[in-house]
């Protein structure tokens, strides 16, 4: 517990005093926060009160409290800022569990307030009483439970704090309903000081020196960027961009951190991984400097980990010491911000007067161009039946050039959606990456409409992934939100089927999404409007009627049941083991190691 | 060498955090969540003014492991400085346990004299029984308690480990009681 900092000069000598839940409200102010999101509940009641009193932060009123947390992520996400949730005690927190558990790991800066029980309660198994801070400690960055009114003001902007410094993440503020009646002291923003938390920015001058070198010296350089340079800031990916340039090198990017390079780009090879690119994917195996930048070098991306870039110099920026040397032991490692650390990189290779080795930089693209022409997302579109692929591919092709914003569920769609639609700037894409929850997209969409009133905002989901979160089409109906669902409806859980052909022998336990509901109906239902294509001649319809409608749309699209996400790299196996489709699949089968992974 | 052909190392980690509710829990909940041994682990406030707690923990695994740890440990937020005192030079570890016996006869002569060479203090004793108290390294203890367990009934309380690094830096004072010695201003210069 901090002690009060009595010898402070500047300290008021009698500190104004309101209630808890005005400083909550004050502290929000102070913290810039625009909109919460939020389901109110006995424990949070004087917050609401508060809210409703003062008028002074718009409230979203969401239907789930799991979505309160996705469309603060979305926000939070798509802005830069943080995202801020109100929940009640008990299932209002439980439910928001998932959702922090999410941001925890996309690293994304969450503030999210939850009720409890009167402090001389707590422990009583009272109404809507759960531990809160208990359950949340492993899903958050950290968690607050508030025990004395005069902690009040500083925890809410010491959450601010951490929830945007360093690696971002969830914070949850767990507030006795006592706390928010009681008289507390306020304290501005700038006298509060964190001193356990101070994570490094700056890189280490001799470690990035030698990287630059290293990389000056590269014969088959690649650059491989992730979700922390997305939460760098834009400036990061301009300077990822530009070094990217000015190095001609190639580079490749994680699931998280599409668009910190556009994907129009010559020198991008397209996403990594599991369903990366052949070519970023041979050229990651054989590279010999990998310069990874705010990326964790995650399971889906590595691959078998023996066989992961067996003759790399590996290069690690990350701002999280303890993503590194985690999963891929790497040669320099440089703790520090990802956009710093570039601008110092960048200053070293100009002041150095480094150039690229041409003659072994033009021989490594020759290489990747010949795994380019295998063109890997190629596919057949068919006269009648809608690919899933055309279909994303059209949508994209149909909003390039608008100010467009796509969120994604979890499955099949995600994969296709990273693959065919090509995103040039950061902040425009959310997606469930590291814990790949069914159900965020369009909660999240949500959140990025409240942010961006005027874009066009996208859902491009699954219809199993839809259904878990469709409850918000009623919050898109109250606040009039334009945002567009654009359903990739095949009628299975797409990705659990493609596993159990690939390794439970086509015996389809419970992947089938029976008992549908009509989509067009359900979104009339809710207020909002439903659209469908069932054959290629209809698509195109479809999407330019979903653009030009300025109201929640729902668009069905009924497509191809059996189609795969191709290309593959089947668990267990390592880079250069990519499935091309689904001639490669009958050949292979998963090993014994691989099956057990996830 | 792949990963997991690494050598297990043990290491004696000193951390410094805030002592505040739920502390514990997020350091005990990182080793279990992340699947990482705990072979002792012990925490005392040491400095009441400023309410930090001192952890010492002895952990095991491969180097990388290691790192990983001090890592995510450091990166908790009421964490405010981690020491691997098995890295950083030597280091002195102490345990104290508390050593009940019960026995008979003989046996009560032979527990004594052993308790002697190991330099116990008998601090409780019934007709039938000793409570002895004993401090030093692990092993000894160890080597103490399999002793007296052949010489009769054993119940034993132990502390686990704590350490402090040998010679005269200080790793992580006490801020309260640093007394800080201003330098004697040097002479003004001649006008």
Same mark, same amino acid.
């Given at each position: 517990?901090?002690?009060?900092?009595?010898?402070?000069?500047?300290?008021?000598?009698?500190?104004?005093?309101?209630?808890?839940?005005? @400083?909550?409200?004050? #502290?929000?102010?102070?913290?810039?926060?625009?909109?919460?999101?939020?389901?109110?509940?006995?424990?949070?009641?004087?917050?609401?009160?508060?809210?409703? &009193?003062?008028?002074?932060?718009?409230?979203?009123?969401?239907?789930?409290?799991?979505?309160?947390?996705? #469309?603060?992520?979305?926000?939070?996400?798509?802005?830069?800022?943080?995202?801020?949730?109100?929940?009640?005690?008990?299932?209002?927190?439980?439910?928001?569990?998932?959702?922090?558990?999410?941001?925890?790991?996309?690293?994304?800066?969450? $503030?999210? /307030?939850?009720?409890?029980?009167?402090?001389?309660?707590?422990?009583?198994?009272?109404?809507?009483?759960?531990?809160?801070?208990? !359950?949340?400690?492993?899903?958050?960055?950290?968690?607050?439970?508030?025990?004395?009114?005069?902690?009040?003001?500083?925890?809410?902007?010491?959450?601010?704090?951490? #929830?945007?410094?360093?690696?971002?993440?969830?914070?949850?503020?767990?507030?006795?309903?006592?706390?928010?009646?009681?008289?507390?002291?306020?304290?501005?923003?700038?006298?509060?000081?964190? &001193?356990?938390?101070?994570?490094?920015?700056?890189?280490?001058?001799?470690? @990035?020196?030698? #990287?630059?070198?290293?990389?000056?010296?590269?014969?088959?350089?690649?650059?491989?960027?992730?979700?922390?340079?997305?939460?760098?800031?834009?400036?990061?990916? &301009?300077?990822?961009?530009?070094?990217?340039? &000015?190095?001609?090198?190639?580079?490749?990017?994680?699931?998280?951190?599409?668009?910190?390079?556009?994907?129009?780009?010559?020198?991008?090879?397209?996403?990594?991984?599991?369903?990366?690119?052949?070519?970023?994917?041979?050229?990651?195996?054989?590279?010999?400097?990998?310069?990874?930048?705010?990326?964790?070098?995650?399971?889906?991306?590595?691959?078998?980990?023996?066989?992961?870039?067996?003759?790399?110099?590996?290069?690690?920026?990350?701002?999280?010491?303890?993503? !590194?040397?985690?999963?891929?032991?790497?040669?320099?490692? @440089?703790?520090?911000?990802?956009?710093?650390?570039?601008?110092?990189? /960048?200053?070293?290779?100009?002041?150095?007067?480094?150039?690229?080795?041409?003659?072994?930089?033009?021989?490594?693209?020759?290489?990747?161009?010949?795994?380019?022409?295998?063109?890997?997302?190629?596919?057949?579109?068919?006269?009648?039946?809608?690919?899933?692929?055309?279909? @994303?591919?059209?949508?994209?092709?149909?909003?390039?050039?608008?100010?467009?914003?796509?969120?994604?569920?979890?499955?099949?769609?995600?994969?296709?959606?990273?693959?065919?639609?090509?995103?040039?700037?950061?902040?425009?894409?959310?997606?469930?990456?590291?814990?790949?929850?069914?159900?965020?997209?369009?909660?999240?969409?949500?959140?990025?409409? !409240?942010?961006?009133?005027?874009?066009?905002? !996208?859902?491009?989901?699954?219809?199993?992934?839809?259904?878990?979160?469709?409850?918000?089409?009623?919050?898109?109906?109250?606040?009039?939100?334009?945002?567009?669902?654009?359903?990739?409806?095949?009628?299975?859980?797409?990705?659990?089927?493609?596993?159990?052909?690939?390794?439970?022998?086509?015996?389809?336990?419970?992947?089938?999404?029976?008992? /549908?509901?009509?989509?067009?109906?359900?979104?009339?239902?809710?207020?909002?409007?439903?659209?469908?294509?069932?054959?290629?001649?209809?698509?195109?319809?479809?999407?330019?009627?979903?653009?030009?409608?300025?109201?929640?749309? $729902?668009?069905?699209? /009924?497509?191809?049941?059996?189609?795969?996400?191709?290309?593959?790299?089947?668990?267990?196996?390592?880079?250069?083991?990519?499935?091309?489709?689904?001639?490669?699949?009958?050949?292979?089968?998963?090993?014994?190691?691989?099956?057990?992974?996830? | 060498?792949?990963?997991?052909?690494?050598?297990?190392?043990?290491?004696?980690?000193?951390?410094?955090?805030?002592?505040?509710?739920?502390?514990?829990? %997020?350091?005990?909940?990182?080793?279990?969540?992340?699947?990482?041994?705990?072979?002792?682990?012990?925490?005392?406030?040491?400095?009441?003014?400023?309410?930090?707690?001192?952890?010492?923990?002895?952990?095991?695994?491969?180097?990388?492991?290691?790192?990983?740890?001090?890592?995510?440990?450091?990166?908790?937020?009421?964490?405010?400085?981690?020491?691997?005192?098995?890295?950083?030079?030597?280091?002195?570890? %102490?345990?104290?346990?508390?050593?009940?016996?019960?026995?008979?006869?003989?046996?009560?002569?032979?527990?004594?004299?052993?308790?002697?060479?190991?330099?116990?203090?008998?601090?409780?004793?019934?007709?039938?029984?000793?409570?002895?108290?004993?401090?030093?390294?692990?092993?000894? =203890?160890?080597?103490?308690?399999?002793?007296?367990?052949? =010489?009769?009934?054993?119940?034993?309380?132990?502390?686990?480990?704590?350490?402090?690094?040998?010679?005269?830096?200080?790793?992580?004072?006490?801020?309260?009681?640093?007394?800080?010695?201003?330098?004697?201003?040097?002479?003004?210069?001649?006008?």
């Amino acid at each position: 517990m901090a002690q009060p900092r009595s010898s402070n000069p500047r300290r008021p000598a009698a500190p104004t005093t309101m209630s808890g839940a005005a @400083i909550i409200l004050k #502290a929000l102010q102070d913290q810039g926060v625009e909109v919460v999101f939020g389901y109110p509940g006995g424990a949070v009641l004087p917050i609401y009160d508060e809210l409703f &009193k003062t008028n002074a932060v718009r409230h979203i009123l969401v239907r789930h409290e799991q979505a309160a947390v996705h #469309a603060a992520e979305g926000y939070a996400r798509s802005t830069g800022k943080v995202g801020v949730v109100l929940v009640t005690s008990g299932p209002g927190a439980t439910n928001a569990v998932t959702g922090l558990t999410d941001a925890l790991m996309d690293s994304i800066p969450i $503030v999210c /307030l939850t009720g409890q029980v009167p402090t001389h309660l707590i422990g009583n198994d009272a109404f809507q009483e759960a531990d809160t801070t208990g !359950i949340t400690r492993p899903c958050t960055k950290h968690n607050y439970l508030v025990r004395e009114p005069g902690q009040l003001a500083r925890v809410m902007h010491e959450a601010f704090y951490v #929830a945007s410094h360093g690696r971002p993440g969830p914070v949850v503020i767990d507030l006795p309903k006592d706390i928010l009646f009681a008289d507390c002291p306020y304290i501005e923003a700038s006298e509060v000081e964190t &001193k356990s938390y101070r994570p490094q920015v700056k890189g280490d001058t001799t470690a @990035i020196e030698r #990287a630059v070198e290293l990389i000056a010296k590269a014969k088959r350089p690649i650059f491989y960027g992730g979700g922390g340079l997305i939460n760098a800031g834009p400036k990061a990916s &301009k300077l990822f961009t530009e070094f990217v340039h &000015k190095t001609g090198y190639p580079a490749t990017l994680t699931l998280m951190g599409l668009g910190a390079i556009p994907a129009t780009d010559d020198r991008f090879l397209g996403m990594l991984g599991m369903h990366g690119t052949y070519e970023a994917n041979w050229a990651m195996h054989e590279c010999d400097v990998m310069v990874c930048i705010g990326a964790r070098f995650d399971d889906r991306v590595t691959g078998r980990l023996s066989d992961f870039s067996p003759n790399a110099k590996k290069i690690h920026v990350d701002i999280d010491a303890s993503s !590194i040397n985690k999963n891929v032991p790497v040669d320099i490692p @440089i703790v520090g911000d990802a956009g710093v650390v570039l601008e110092q990189m /960048l200053a070293v290779w100009k002041a150095k007067g480094y150039q690229a080795d041409q003659a072994a930089l033009s021989k490594w693209w020759k290489r990747i161009e010949g795994w380019r022409s295998r063109k890997c997302l190629a596919y057949r579109p068919s006269p009648d039946v809608i690919l899933p692929q055309h279909a @994303i591919r059209r949508l994209y092709e149909k909003t390039r050039g608008m100010d467009c914003y796509i969120t994604t569920e979890v499955g099949q769609h995600q994969m296709w959606a990273a693959q065919y639609f090509g995103f040039d700037e950061p902040n425009r894409w959310m997606t469930s990456g590291g814990l790949g929850t069914m159900g965020y997209g369009f909660p999240a969409a949500m959140g990025v409409q !409240i942010a961006h009133p005027e874009a066009l905002v !996208i859902d491009i989901a699954g219809e199993a992934s839809f259904l878990m979160n469709i409850q918000e089409l009623s919050t898109m109906k109250q606040y009039d939100l334009p945002v567009k669902a654009f359903i990739i409806n095949n009628q299975w859980m797409g990705m659990v089927r493609q596993w159990q052909e690939l390794i439970h022998g086509g015996r389809y336990s419970e992947s089938y999404s029976a008992a /549908l509901p009509d989509f067009v109906k359900v979104a009339e239902a809710f207020g909002g409007v439903g659209l469908r294509a069932t054959k290629m001649s209809e698509l195109d319809d479809v999407i330019d009627e979903m653009i030009a409608t300025p109201r929640t749309v $729902v668009a069905d699209i /009924l497509v191809k049941q059996d189609e795969n996400c191709f290309p593959m790299i089947p668990s267990g196996a390592a880079h250069h083991e990519m499935l091309l489709g689904p001639e490669d699949q009958a050949e292979r089968r998963t090993s014994e190691e691989g099956m057990v992974l996830v | 060498m792949k990963p997991s052909e690494m050598p297990i190392e043990r290491h004696t980690i000193a951390v410094l955090v805030a002592n505040e509710p739920g502390v514990l829990a %997020r350091v005990i909940g990182l080793f279990s969540g992340r699947g990482y041994n705990i072979e002792s682990l012990t925490v005392s406030e040491v400095d009441e003014v400023n309410a930090r707690s001192r952890i010492t923990i002895v952990t095991s695994g491969t180097p990388m492991v290691i790192e990983q740890i001090k890592a995510q440990l450091f990166r908790l937020v009421p964490v405010y400085d981690v020491h691997d005192l098995t890295q950083e030079g030597p280091h002195l570890s %102490r345990e104290l346990a508390l050593v009940k016996v019960r026995n008979v006869g003989d046996h009560r002569i032979e527990a004594l004299r052993i308790a002697d060479t190991f330099r116990a203090r008998a601090i409780d004793s019934t007709l039938e029984s000793f409570v002895f108290e004993l401090t030093g390294g692990t092993e000894k =203890l160890d080597a103490f308690i399999d002793l007296m367990a052949a =010489l009769g009934e054993v119940e034993v309380s132990r502390t686990g480990v704590v350490a402090i690094a040998r010679g005269a830096d200080l790793q992580m004072p006490l801020v309260r009681r640093k007394v800080v010695r201003r330098k004697p201003r040097p002479p003004a210069a001649a006008d």
